[in-house]
């Protein structure tokens, strides 16, 4: 569904992206995940034309997307979530989401009808008439996510839907990823909880310091030297071997 071949971005003299390539299946769910400052969020805004790559290609649906605008890319079914949600406090909840519908239609009342299915859909169905100000975390991260489904997308990008969320918050995202899959929408997600990684995807890309250092399931992640050396520094790997 998704194809990313050699993409690079350096900003100044930093190398945030490195010949990163990678592919997403048709209706997986597929997470990218990587120590602070990685460049995970530089790649979903190459991927969804925020930022124009310095090298690379990125195929969506066997269509070439290099370098098209982010509304291009969201009319051709792919939509990102941002990392930091800014909803507009005055307008509801359902108000905001009809901002994505927007896209497929122009007429406010089918627009209206869109986005309150949808915002009943993830959770938020005593909310929607409320001003998006009174939503609590977790609820900024359901409308976050409401916002990109309403312009009805093939494929989904999440930066960090989790963040900052209770165990108990982040099972019910959890479940909700997985009813949007259930729906035929393939996703792509940064996270840093492991135990949402886990349960969520198929499969597991790491970044470190802008390069891909690692692909495979949970379990092989989990357990690759490179990656525990990433996240806790050189010689971790063999010092938890050798306390195992
Ligand atoms: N617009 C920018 N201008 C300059 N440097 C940037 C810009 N955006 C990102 N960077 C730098 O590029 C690197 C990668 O940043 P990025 O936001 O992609 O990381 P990340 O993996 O999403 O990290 P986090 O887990 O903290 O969200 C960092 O060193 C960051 O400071
Ligand atoms: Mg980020």
Redesign the pocket.
């Known amino acids: 569904m998704l194809e990313v071949t050699h993409l690079s971005k350096s900003?100044g003299g930093?190398r945030?992206v490195n010949n990163v390539s990678l592919t997403v299946p048709q209706g997986a769910i597929t997470a990218l995940i990587?120590p602070?400052?990685?460049?995970?969020?530089?790649t979903f805004a190459m991927i969804a034309g925020f930022i124009r790559p310095d090298q690379g290609s990125i195929t969506f649906a066997g269509t070439d997307i290099t370098g098209l605008r982010p509304d291009r890319i969201a009319a051709l079914g792919m939509v990102r979530t941002f990392?930091i949600t800014q909803p507009f406090a005055g307008l509801t909840v359902a108000e905001n989401i009809r901002v994505g519908a927007f896209l497929r239609t122009s007429d406010p009342d089918a627009a209206m009808t869109a986005a309150r299915e949808i915002g009943s859909r993830l959770g938020l169905a005593t909310f929607l008439d409320r001003p998006a100000a009174a939503l609590t975390v977790a609820g900024r991260k359901r409308l976050e996510v409401a916002r990109a489904l309403a312009t009805n997308p093939q494929m989904l990008l999440l930066d960090e839907v989790m963040a900052g969320l209770n165990p108990s918050e982040i099972n019910g995202i959890v479940e909700m990823i997985q009813a949007i899959r259930a729906a035929g929408v393939t996703i792509l997600l940064i996270e840093h909880i492991m135990q949402a990684v886990a349960a969520l995807a198929e499969q597991v890309h790491v970044?470190a310091e802008g390069t891909l250092i690692a692909s495979g399931t949970p379990r092989e992640i989990a357990n690759n030297p490179a990656v525990i050396e990433a996240y806790l520094g050189h010689g971790a790997a063999a010092k938890m071997a050798h306390h195992a």
């Open positions: 900003f930093l945030a990587g602070n400052g990685a460049g995970k969020t530089t990392q970044l």
